[in-house]
Protein backbone atom coordinates (compact mmCIF):
# COMPACT_ATOMS: atom_id res chain seq x y z
CA UNK A 1 0.00 0.00 0.00
CA UNK A 2 1.50 3.59 -0.73
CA UNK A 3 2.27 5.87 1.73
CA UNK A 4 2.46 9.42 1.53
CA UNK A 5 3.56 12.27 3.58
CA UNK A 6 1.77 14.71 6.09
CA UNK A 7 2.21 17.09 3.73
CA UNK A 8 0.14 15.29 1.33
CA UNK A 9 -3.16 15.41 3.61
CA UNK A 10 -6.46 16.18 2.57
CA UNK A 11 -7.64 19.72 3.78
CA UNK A 12 -11.14 17.67 3.76
CA UNK A 13 -11.91 14.35 4.76
CA UNK A 14 -15.64 14.03 4.35
CA UNK A 15 -17.18 11.39 7.00
CA UNK A 16 -17.85 7.66 5.62
CA UNK A 17 -21.49 7.33 7.07
CA UNK A 18 -22.51 9.31 9.85
CA UNK A 19 -20.43 11.10 12.96
CA UNK A 20 -22.91 10.13 15.56
CA UNK A 21 -24.25 7.01 15.48
CA UNK A 22 -27.86 6.86 16.92
CA UNK A 23 -29.68 4.56 19.15
CA UNK A 24 -29.67 3.69 22.63
CA UNK A 25 -27.52 1.16 22.81
CA UNK A 26 -24.08 3.44 21.34
CA UNK A 27 -25.37 6.34 24.13
CA UNK A 28 -25.16 3.97 26.79
CA UNK A 29 -21.26 2.94 25.43
CA UNK A 30 -20.41 6.86 25.28
CA UNK A 31 -21.27 8.22 28.64
CA UNK A 32 -19.55 4.97 29.97
CA UNK A 33 -16.56 5.98 27.56
CA UNK A 34 -16.73 2.19 26.01
CA UNK A 35 -16.08 0.73 29.63
CA UNK A 36 -17.71 -2.06 28.87
CA UNK A 37 -17.36 -2.46 25.08
CA UNK A 38 -15.25 -5.60 23.59
CA UNK A 39 -14.22 -6.55 20.10
CA UNK A 40 -14.80 -10.02 20.05
CA UNK A 41 -12.52 -12.32 17.20
CA UNK A 42 -14.07 -15.56 17.03
CA UNK A 43 -15.27 -17.72 14.15
CA UNK A 44 -13.28 -19.73 12.22
CA UNK A 45 -10.19 -18.48 14.25
CA UNK A 46 -7.29 -20.51 16.10
CA UNK A 47 -7.66 -18.68 19.17
CA UNK A 48 -10.91 -16.83 19.95
CA UNK A 49 -10.77 -13.81 22.14
CA UNK A 50 -11.91 -10.97 23.78
CA UNK A 51 -10.40 -7.65 24.02
CA UNK A 52 -11.74 -4.73 26.06
CA UNK A 53 -10.75 -0.69 24.42
CA UNK A 54 -8.11 -0.28 27.25
CA UNK A 55 -6.33 -3.81 26.67
CA UNK A 56 -6.59 -2.34 22.77
CA UNK A 57 -5.03 1.01 23.65
CA UNK A 58 -2.07 -1.28 25.35
CA UNK A 59 -0.84 -3.21 22.24
CA UNK A 60 1.84 -1.24 19.91
CA UNK A 61 -0.05 1.49 17.30
CA UNK A 62 1.21 2.55 13.79
CA UNK A 63 0.66 5.69 12.17
CA UNK A 64 -0.05 6.17 8.41
CA UNK A 65 -0.96 8.88 5.88
CA UNK A 66 -2.73 6.92 3.31
CA UNK A 67 -5.28 7.55 0.74
CA UNK A 68 -8.52 6.64 1.33
CA UNK A 69 -10.80 5.63 -1.95
CA UNK A 70 -14.69 5.64 -1.29
CA UNK A 71 -17.11 3.63 -3.34
CA UNK A 72 -19.46 7.16 -3.33
CA UNK A 73 -16.59 7.97 -6.09
CA UNK A 74 -14.58 10.68 -3.51
CA UNK A 75 -11.03 10.50 -2.49
CA UNK A 76 -8.69 11.75 0.17
CA UNK A 77 -5.54 11.35 2.26
CA UNK A 78 -5.75 10.82 5.80
CA UNK A 79 -3.43 10.16 8.17
CA UNK A 80 -4.64 6.75 10.78
CA UNK A 81 -3.34 5.38 13.43
CA UNK A 82 -4.06 2.15 15.23
CA UNK A 83 -3.26 -1.49 16.36
CA UNK A 84 -2.21 -3.46 12.75
CA UNK A 85 -3.95 -6.64 12.68
CA UNK A 86 -0.65 -8.61 12.53
CA UNK A 87 1.41 -9.70 13.85
CA UNK A 88 -0.39 -10.80 16.82
CA UNK A 89 1.10 -11.03 20.59
CA UNK A 90 2.48 -14.33 21.16
CA UNK A 91 -0.28 -15.05 23.72
CA UNK A 92 -2.46 -14.98 21.38
CA UNK A 93 -0.93 -17.78 19.12
CA UNK A 94 -0.69 -21.46 20.15
Same mark, same amino acid.
Given at each position: ?????? @????????? $? =?? *???????????????? @? $??????????? $???????? *??? *??????????? $??? *? =????? =???? =???? @???? @?????
Amino acid at each position: MREYTL @ADVSPDFPP $N =GT *EMPSGFGYFELMISQF @A $NWRLKVDGLVR $NPLSLSLD *EIK *ELPARTQVTQH $NCD *E =GWTAI =GQWT =GVPL @APCP @ARWRS
